[in-house]
């Protein structure tokens, strides 16, 4: 308890949204009174995402039910709120100790509970299960560096796994890592990835070319999305030699987590860059560098407004963050090497000739020379992003399938 209290002063002191509704994260808020709920575990904005067509579907196939969402950080909770008001109850996830569970299951009452992706935690898990309630994990997935920490743990955290009723996986590689724990393979089924059946509004196309609309049609950009502690300064590097090249290249710079917004303008002040900051500017200004996007819910627009794509989390040892929506929107893609937390999606794209893994800073100069230089490869590479993301979709209707007769008797 000692340590709970201190992370929450820490997060708090770094990102003062983490002190608003801190009661939240105890167990203790006030509940509307709620219909059969569906409880859905969406720890970050990334879960929250893959799980907005689950939940658009669950909404149109048990419209009298009423969906709980639960997340963990500030960010995720805006994301929340944009994309579905007040359609849905929002409340931060409880830490994992019993009597704080317990108080977050007086309140919420759930008869279901729906965990993306791998977000195990066993007091949440048994206490729910103890009160009949099922349990699936839907988008799972396992890479084998987590599944080797899961073997280690098993004698400890076996009767955990076992309690669940569902683990509805994205591809054979995880479904095969989860039946090596013990999990009993009649609970684990292959869905494909729920982050495939992303839809692009049209705004965003709109938005992407009104971002970009001072700037010359000619003129190459770049994203570096969902960057990292200690992956700004690198990409500031690339493109500092990339402008060697082309003198008129823009990089967007979209770190992951608003309390490094200001080092990142920093750094690139500090590398000599004519710099802005999304929070002051409207549009991307005709003279700059590097623009830093220092808001969060954008990053749909800003690749739209920019002809190629990094994936951040993948120079450091991080495991990389999601491709799929700059395929969606038909972006050659980059990633560093390591991409385990997406491992087979990222697999599917290289193959279709739509992304490239790159082994490091240099050899990601070298690809961003490559498509920067010849437009026409880049586009074709980002038709065929586009066009893998689109033969992947129809995981959304093969979940639900899956979860209506677990709904239908609870």
């Known amino acids: 308890m000692p340590f709970v209290f201190l992370k929450l002063l820490w997060r708090g002191y770094k990102a003062p949204e983490y002190r608003t509704r801190k009661l939240e994260r105890f167990g203790i808020f006030k509940a509307p009174d709620l219909n059969r709920s569906i409880w859905v575990h969406a720890v970050s904005v990334g879960e929250v995402l893959a799980a907005e067509p689950v ?135 292959v869905t494909g990835s729920v982050k495939y059946d992303v839809n692009i509004d049209p705004s965003i196309h709109r938005e992407g070319r009104l971002l970009r609309q001072s700037l010359n049609n000619s003129q190459p950009v770049w994203v570096a999305a969902s960057t990292h502690d200690g992956e700004d300064a690198r990409v500031l590097a690339i493109h500092l030699q990339l402008r060697e090249f082309f003198p008129d290249a823009v990089l967007i710079l979209v770190p992951r987590h608003p309390e490094r917004f200001d080092s990142a303008f920093q750094l690139a002040e500090q590398a000599g860059f004519t710099t802005y900051r999304r929070t002051h500017e409207t549009r991307i200004p005709k003279d700059t560098d590097v623009f830093i996007v220092d808001t969060m819910g954008e990053l749909l627009s800003f690749y739209a407004a920019s002809n190629i794509a990094f994936i951040g989390g993948s120079l450091v040892e991080v495991g990389g963050h999601n491709p799929i929506e700059p395929g969606a929107l038909g972006l050659p893609i980059l990633a560093g090497p390591h991409v385990f937390n997406f491992e087979a999606i990222c697999e599917q794209l290289v193959s279709s000739g739509g992304m490239e893994v790159v082994l490091g800073e240099a050899r990601l100069l070298v690809a961003l020379k490559q498509l920067m230089g010849d437009p026409e490869t880049a586009r074709a590479r980002g038709n065929n992003a586009m066009n893998e993301v689109n033969a992947s979709k129809g995981a959304v209707a093969r979940v639900v399938d899956y979860l209506a007769p677990l709904l239908d008797e609870h």
């Open 55 to 189: 939940i658009r579907e669950l909404q149109a196939r048990y419209p009298e039910r009423d969906i709980v969402i639960t997340s963990m950080t500030p960010t995720s909770s805006e994301q929340i709120y944009k994309l579905f008001g007040d359609s849905v109850f929002h409340v931060y996830a409880p830490y994992d100790l019993p009597f704080m569970v317990n108080s977050f299951l007086r309140r919420v009452r759930p008869e279901f509970l729906i965990i993306m992706e791998t977000e195990l935690w066993p007091n949440m898990i048994h206490l729910v299960r103890k009160k009949g309630c099922p349990v699936v994990i839907v988008n799972a997935r396992l890479s084998e560096r987590s599944a080797n920490g899961y073997r280690r743990l098993k004698p400890a955290v076996g009767w955990m796994l076992n309690e669940l009723s569902l683990v509805l996986c994205q591809y054979k590689n995880d479904a095969a890592r989860f039946s090596s724990l013990g999990i009993s393979s009649e609970k684990i089924h």
